[in-house]
């Protein structure tokens, strides 16, 4: 067990809807990030917040959006899903900002179905 | 952007084998590689990692290597075992830049 928390665990839903994913991170992580991991596909990087501020951004689209709050924890926004946009969806959390400061550690995903 | 890449995207052993797993990556100012193992249906987890100061590191029967002039980076895992069997991927970053993954190499391990 990681310590990081992600819910749903699966989610299914129709194209055009728009769906929340949360993220606790570990107790006392301050840097939440975000990857997708297509079929057959890397970890692509999506998003990071540090202390609720937003650090870096990968290919994000414009659809998505993302936001950590006071508490910690993060939330992954994905509106006007697409079929494409099916995918897991992974939280990681560190101590530190970011870079060469030490390893990522992973929820167990949450797995988005769109039809 | 940066590119980690495998050489091969599958790999079988047999049981008792020793394993190597491969990755090159293309941003020469990477410093700080780490190796992760996503088993199915669940999070990518670390297993070792390395400085760019260092061209070995061993841990509890893995091995990374890292060759800094070719840019490539290895993981071997001595005397496989069934529950070695995952996905695994190297990620690369350096200061204050995001870690990259690349894409995978799916190890299956033969009874």
């Known amino acids: 067990d990681s310590g990081v928390t992600q819910t749903p665990k699966h989610l299914i839903t129709a194209t055009g809807q728009r769906v929340t994913l949360r993220c606790s991170p570990r107790s006392g992580d301050l840097s939440v990030y975000w990857y997708q991991q297509s079929l057959d596909q890397g970890l692509q990087f999506l998003i990071q917040y540090y202390n609720g501020e937003e650090r870096a951004k990968g290919n994000i689209l414009e659809r998505f959006s993302a936001q950590q709050f006071p508490d910690l924890h993060s939330e992954l926004n994905l509106s006007s899903l697409e079929l494409g946009d099916s995918a897991l969806y992974f939280c990681?959390?560190?101590?530190?900002?970011?870079?060469?400061?030490?390893?990522?550690?992973f929820g167990e995903g949450s797995r988005l179905t769109v039809l | 952007g940066e590119s980690v890449g495998l050489h091969l995207p599958t790999l079988s052993v047999q049981e008792g084998d020793n394993s190597i797993i491969n990755c090159a990556y293309s941003n020469s100012a990477s410093d700080y590689f780490i190796w992760y193992k996503q088993e199915s249906g669940k999070g990518p987890q670390f297993i070792i990692d390395i400085r760019s100061n260092m061209d070995k590191r061993q841990g509890q029967r893995v091995t990374v290597l890292l060759n800094k002039t070719v840019k490539h980076l290895s993981l071997q895992i001595a005397a496989t075992q069934p529950g070695d069997s995952a996905v695994y991927f190297c990620a690369e970053t350096s200061t204050g830049n995001q870690f990259y993954f690349g894409t995978g190499t799916s190890l299956t391990v033969i009874p």
């Open positions: 990681a959390s560190s101590v530190f900002a970011g870079g060469n400061t030490g390893e990522l550690f």
